[in-house]
């Protein structure tokens, strides 16, 4: 089970940590990502992070998003600087049990309730 938190409202430029707690399985062996959904739009991935801890960004957020994890705590954060309006979305954190993570958000078998994110100028 994921259960996300630290979304919220914010002005353009803001900041905001989401949060992602696990329970039921260890993620050491999990690939761990983070997709976003816009009103009317498809499933974004945006970050991703390997068992390894190897991570990718999707364009839109490199530079400003980092993904990073606590394996002590078993939970996976982003960290999100300078958002702009488009990334309003519903964010969800999602998980799969795999060495590489896929490309694809419909590949990831574990997903959160989702937690919102607004970012008005």
């Known amino acids: 089970q994921l259960v996300e938190s630290g979304g919220g409202s914010v002005q353009v430029g803001g900041s905001l940590r989401l949060a992602c707690k696990i329970s039921?399985?260890?993620?050491?062996?999990?690939?761990m990502a983070w997709v976003r959904q816009a009103p009317g739009k498809e499933r974004q991935g945006v970050a991703t992070m390997d068992p390894d801890g190897t991570t990718t960004y999707a364009p839109s957020a490199k530079g400003r998003f980092t993904i990073s994890k606590d394996n002590t705590q078993n939970a996976v954060y982003l960290q999100m600087n300078s958002l702009k309006s488009e990334d309003t979305a519903m964010y969800y954190c999602?998980?799969?049990?795999?060495?590489?993570?896929?490309?694809?958000?419909?590949?990831?078998?574990?997903w959160g309730q989702g937690t919102q994110v607004t970012v008005s100028s």
């Open positions: 039921r399985y260890t993620m050491v062996n999990f690939c």
């Open positions: 999602v998980a799969i049990y795999a060495t590489y993570c896929p490309s694809r958000p419909s590949a990831y078998t574990y």
